[in-house]
């Protein structure tokens, strides 16, 4: 028996018709094609079944559904919508801040003083005078002191 | 507002500023100075001539009791001026108001010039010095002879 054949025995058991005693239980053991194939066929039973026992609206039932779905629509318009901050105006909020920054460190660094600059600072001090020398100092009050140490040889 | 506009403002907000610290940066600058002939003459009490009290303090540590006033003023500069004030026959002093720093200190180049009594001689430079003055504060420099003494010059910047 062909494989056709054996599958359509299945099915014509499956859907009651009569098959010789016992031949479509020995077919269904001997062969994994034709047990496959009955429970393919329990399966799409089932579920046409249960699509047979999908609730219906009828028309008495019809206002209060669409009513349903209308409290529904309104339920979900008065409710709070959740916008992610990055579309919450996240730039212009951004822009708005680094503009402030800008603006502020503008301001302070116009007006800042800074630091408390130190009373004076030698960067350099040098002579011509041959054999004299320059230092410099900070003195006990504060003051920078640049000052030229010459010898008596070293006027004219 | 807009972001465009934002930017907008920012820009020139920064540029005002940068505008208004460069004209600052490009003031100018006055220094007090006062130039001295400072000796020791034996004195219990220092002894300054009139107009020179405002150095007393900046001249405390030196060990000098007589200050005699050689030269007294103000001088205004531009900056990257320079100016050459006699002090005497023998001395000269030369400012340079190298440029005014964000902080308000005046970066001046100073210079004491001495004047060889034969004519024709090169001007030499006794003290040169390269320094940063902040406003209101003083500097004293000197130790080149003058006479019996020694030639002491205190600056002073004035905002």
């Not at chain 1, 301001?107 to 230092?135: I, K, R, Y």
């Not at chain 2, 001495?114 to 004519?119: I, K």
Request: charged share 25%.
């Amino acid at each position: 028996m062909n494989e056709k054949r054996k599958l359509e025995k299945v099915a014509a058991r499956f859907d009651g018709a009569a098959t010789p005693p016992g031949e479509v239980e020995r077919l269904i053991a001997a062969d994994p094609e034709c047990a496959a194939h009955l429970d393919m066929l329990r399966l799409l039973r089932e579920g046409a079944e249960a699509a047979r026992q999908a609730p219906r609206i009828e028309d008495a039932q019809f206002p209060a559904f669409m009513a349903g779905i209308r409290e529904g629509i309104a339920a979900a318009e008065a409710a709070p919508v959740r916008v992610p901050f990055w579309r919450r105006g996240f730039w212009q909020l951004a822009s708005a801040c680094t503009a402030a920054l800008i603006a502020a460190f503008s301001l302070f660094w116009m007006v800042a003083e800074g630091p408390a600059p130190a009373a004076a600072t030698v960067e350099d001090a040098w002579t011509e005078v041959e054999g004299a020398t320059v230092d410099w100092y900070d003195s006990k009050t504060g003051v920078t002191t640049v000052w030229v140490t010459m010898h008596e040889e070293d006027l004219w | 507002m807009k972001r465009p506009a934002l930017a907008a403002a920012a820009l020139a907000a920064t540029l005002i500023a940068a505008q208004v610290a460069a004209a600052d940066s490009q003031r100018p600058v006055t220094i007090a100075l006062w130039a001295v002939q400072a000796s020791t003459e034996g004195r219990e009490e220092p002894h300054f001539d009139r107009g020179l009290a405002e150095i007393r303090e900046a001249v405390a540590d030196l060990s000098f009791d007589t200050y005699r006033a050689l030269k007294t003023g103000r001088e205004r500069l531009a900056i990257g001026q320079e100016r050459r004030i006699p002090l005497n026959q023998t001395y000269a002093l030369r400012l340079n108001a190298l440029s005014r720093e964000r902080d308000g200190r005046i970066r001046l180049e100073v210079r004491v010039e001495m004047q060889p009594p034969e004519p024709g001689s090169r001007v030499v430079n006794v003290i040169s010095t390269r320094i940063m003055l902040a406003p209101g504060k003083k500097i004293t420099i000197g130790g080149a002879r003058l006479e019996q003494g020694e030639l002491v010059v205190v600056l002073e910047a004035r905002d």
